[in-house]
């Protein structure tokens, strides 16, 4: 492989790569920076996230352009903020020695009117995203009718978010004599279709083989009942203490919602999506890159500006609906040359998918176990004491051991040590004792992911009767739905729907029980008073649908209630495995009067 003075690069480029410690061009830079030097062409780079694509096209495009020109000479498209920024300021430190060069990001979420100030003042390279800068270009407060590169970044990513339309206004208000450069992670068949579209015989480079993942990431799938799946994401982040990780949901409701539950069971979590303000966008980025957020709970569209290197583990909480997208995902790890882990939550009738995804990456899935409750305590204490065996003593201690030494001169090593180490092990151990294997096989019988489930009936989970249904405008979706939005419940807490006419049956975990029907005692939804029961047919099978779907009951409509119902329970929250504990002490947020639940607190960095 070439050395970065082998491709051809000048001085001031050389310099700041030095600055920047590169010793050895990457794979996807050692092939594609002398094309782009050499050559007026197009370009089509396909090659993982992480792999140095920003410094492949940004050093050819800075040596390039005339830096003493004020025009507009070179356009970087992508497909998010965060990407967007991060590109802009890679460009200003790969040409920190160029003098007179103003690179300028443009995007959503910032004052339009600054950015078109920046970039009259003269700005070589302009870095957009599509919707801004075609808003710009409608405007006429920017002026890309003389460009000579064009760079399409994450193509794949920008038309999955349904830029197409967007990109092809763009870009026939550039020259058609441009050279543009797509770089991408994947090649589905609208990217082939830009290229064929806007290219001119590019030359093509491929890093690695179409759509696989690099060889740096390992890939695991754990399979529970869908139900289980965030206390299987506590088990995971639980018996990996020092994980620092990227948290996939599908939407941005369920990744603010698993970033609320992590955060109430006391971890260092963080939730970011496209209903963030830029200004929480950036805070929460900044506590990410310092590590003060181990978990980063995102949609697949936010985590596009994610450039950090330490990433140990992406954990999929629920896996894309587009097999091509988990390349990305797991993209997020494994990067500048180390190693990483990406983890899949599965339930059973999603397993096909990992089958699906195992051609596209072209890596096998290795099946893995939840770890139960004594390997995550013991994992958490010999953490624990590893960590002590390499801190470094602070002598400042020494004026206080003549007083610690009195406390414990009747105290043996043994006994020191089993009480020291006790402080962290009990709050684990008191925690995980009791908890259930969360395992599931293949074969076993399973819900699907639509809520119903074929099951029999279950020890742990209690069937309830409630006098709505199809005529009041209820599928078993949107039951689901409105039971999970009434009582506060994750979206596995409700299970087994099935609707009737006039009325339907549901279940949950058999400790919402006392919430459940504490809730629904007098509860009006629309005028019409709802009453919830135990179903007397607790396997969740048929009931005797009678006329007029009405239950036999000797109470009016309007003073029906559920036996030890108790109205209190009405605001409890029970998301976690097993009995509850009081709220931790000095929490004052607005969460307050919501009482947190049996996991030991984790200790924050």
């Avoid at 339309?165 to 830009?194: G, Q, R």
């Avoid at 587009?322 to 797991?330: D, G, L, M």
Wanted: proline share 3%; hydrophobic share 30%; glycine share 6%.
């Amino acid at each position: 492989m070439n050395t970065f003075q082998d491709l051809g690069l000048n001085e001031d480029l050389l310099k700041a790569i030095t600055d920047l410690g590169f010793t050895k061009p990457s794979e996807v830079q050692d092939k594609a920076i002398p094309i782009l030097l050499n050559n007026e062409t197009d370009l089509v780079a396909l090659a993982q996230t992480g792999t140095g694509k920003t410094a492949a096209f940004g050093f050819p495009m800075l040596q390039k352009i005339d830096i003493d020109s004020r025009t507009t000479q070179g356009l970087i498209l992508s497909p998010t903020r965060e990407l967007c920024l991060q590109i802009t300021n890679e460009m200003k430190l790969y040409g920190k020695y160029c003098k007179g060069l103003n690179v300028v990001a443009v995007y959503g979420g910032s004052s339009i009117t600054d950015q078109a100030r920046d970039i009259k003042k003269g700005a070589q390279i302009i870095v957009a995203t599509p919707g801004r800068i075609k808003d710009m270009i409608s405007r006429r407060l920017v002026d890309i009718s003389k460009i000579e590169y064009a760079v399409l970044d994450e193509a794949d990513e920008m038309l999955n978010m349904g830029f197409y339309e967007d990109i092809t206004d763009i870009l026939s208000n550039t020259p058609e004599d441009k050279c543009t450069w797509l770089f991408s992670a994947t090649m589905p068949k609208e990217v082939s279709v830009i290229a064929k579209k806007f290219m001119e015989n590019p030359h093509e480079i491929t890093v690695g083989n179409k759509n696989e993942s690099t060889s740096q990431v390992s890939h695991e799938y754990y399979l529970v009942n869908a139900r289980d799946r965030y206390n299987a994401l506590k088990r995971l982040a639980d018996a990996n203490p020092d994980i620092f990780s990227v948290v996939f949901c599908r939407t941005k409701r369920d990744t603010q919602k698993v970033a609320e539950q992590l955060i109430e069971d006391g971890y260092n979590a963080g939730a970011l999506h496209g209903d963030l303000s830029q200004n929480q966008r950036d805070l929460v980025m900044g506590s990410f890159r310092k590590k003060q957020i181990q978990m980063l709970v995102a949609t697949d569209v936010a985590a596009r500006g994610i450039d950090v290197d330490d990433i140990t583990h992406v954990i999929n909480y629920q896996l894309p609906d587009e097999p091509e997208i988990y390349t990305h995902r797991s993209g997020r790890t494994g990067r500048a040359g180390k190693t990483g882990i990406s983890m899949v939550i599965v339930s059973k009738s999603e397993v096909r998918k990992i089958k699906s995804i195992e051609r596209i990456i072209k890596k096998e899935f290795v099946k893995k176990e939840i770890p139960d409750g004594m390997e995550i305590c013991e994992v958490q204490l010999m953490s624990l004491a590893n960590k002590i065996n390499d801190t470094e003593i602070n002598h400042e201690i020494d004026k206080y051991l003549t007083n610690i030494n009195e406390l414990f001169e009747d105290t043996t090593k043994d006994e020191l040590i089993k009480k020291f180490f006790s402080v962290e092990f009990t709050r684990f151990f008191n925690y995980y004792q009791k908890s259930k294997n969360l395992n599931i096989s293949e074969s076993s019988s399973d819900r699907d992911d639509s809520g119903r489930d074929y099951r029999g009936g279950k020890s742990d989970s209690t069937r309830y009767f409630i006098n709505v249904g199809s005529k009041d405008g209820f599928d078993w979706m949107k039951l689901k739905d409105f039971l999970k939005e009434q009582l506060e419940l994750g979206r596995d807490d409700v299970f087994k729907v099935e609707t009737k006419e006039s009325f339907s049956f549901f279940n949950t975990e058999n400790e919402l029980k006392e919430k459940v029907l504490a809730y629904f005692t007098d509860f009006k939804h629309e005028g019409r008073f709802v009453n919830v029961e135990v179903s007397e047919n607790r396997g969740g099978g048929r009931r005797n649908d009678r006329k007029g779907g009405e239950r036999r009951s000797s109470k009016p409509r309007g003073d029906r209630r559920s036996t030890g119902a108790n109205s209190e329970n009405r605001s409890s929250r029970r998301r976690s495995e097993g009995d509850s504990k009081p709220r931790r002490s000095g929490s004052s947020d607005s969460k307050s009067s919501k009482p947190s639940f049996d996991r030991p607190r984790r200790s924050r960095r």
